[in-house]
DNA sequence: AACGTTGTTTTGACTCATTCCAGAATAGGT
DNA sequence: ACCTATTCTGGAATGAGTCAAAACAACGTT
């Protein structure tokens, strides 16, 4: 949430050759508070955060980052696109239809058996997987007694 | 491919309580020929089957076929939206992070245990799970040869 | 078979997220 | 401190998808 340049982040971006600039450490440290967020609501955060910054800096960065896999894209189908720093572990999300609220969720069953790669080479010769994206759709509880149709973007 | 309206598709609306229109039986038609298109694919088909139809049609139909769940939507980070005819079974999409191509993955494991939704209940209470979209991603064959970068649709 | 209701389609403009462009500014290695 | 690659700015463009109102068509009713 401070300014300041928080040095891991720093550290991450030098790591995986990208220059340390105070809009992309704004950036992760937004996405560090504000998980999921879209383009929107990072761009306002980092202003909130480092003061001036265009939208396109923050496109750029984002861009960037989920190039160099520091962050990662998911894309809802009717949602904009929300980021989230990249951890290793293997969790997935649950999407509510209704407010678009995105959660984060273990892969319950640890080694996530039907996402093995070999399981789809008999059906896609040749196809190189890496990585397998599980979005599970369904109302959140709030949205399940609220009758309003609120658009909220963070649980 | 022919225009006739097809009785299967015809019972198909009539069954979820749409009318039956030309341009409804040759979107599903179109998407019977040509599964994942886009929607300016299924436009192009659909306008190929019988003659001028608005592309606010199209739109229009996808949406009510999807809320009716006659059709799934499904919407790869970085593509347009993709529909296919919705089947009862439990089958998943391949995408090509190079050229786009969606190809259709069954379950390897029949009854894909770590999309079972009790597992979520600990993570997200109250939340009301109704489906679970699965996204393999990576190179598809025809790309981890090929050095260009086509942007083809089918497979 | 004609009618009227109501749901669909047409038309055309419009929104809004995201990207492109070109010039100005900046970070970091030397 | 300098130099050069890279990033940032601001504005304009792109393009998928939506809105609104008028024209039209499906289908149950008479």
């Not at 990249?86 to 069953?109: E, K, P, W």
Request: hydrophobic share 35%.
């Amino acid at each position: 949430m401070t300014s300041s340049l928080r040095p891991d982040h720093a550290d991450t971006l030098r790591d995986r050759g990208l220059r340390v600039t105070r809009q992309r450490v704004a950036v992760m440290s937004a996405l560090a508070g504000a998980p999921h967020s879209g383009a929107d609501t990072v761009l306002a955060r980092v202003r909130a955060d480092v003061g001036r910054v265009s939208h396109q800096a923050v496109y750029d960065v984002l861009n960037a980052l989920t190039d160099k896999g520091i962050v990662n894209r998911i894309q809802p189908a009717g949602s904009v696109a929300r980021y989230e720093l990249r951890v290793g572990d293997n969790h997935h999300h649950l999407v509510c239809r209704r407010c678009g609220v995105v959660t984060d969720v273990d892969c319950a069953v640890g080694a996530a058996p039907c996402l093995e790669p070999q399981d789809l080479r008999v059906h896609a010769p040749g196809f190189v997987l890496d990585e397998a994206e599980v979005i599970y759709w369904g109302i959140c509880d709030p949205c399940t007694h609220d009758s309003r149709n609120t658009d909220q973007e963070e649980a």
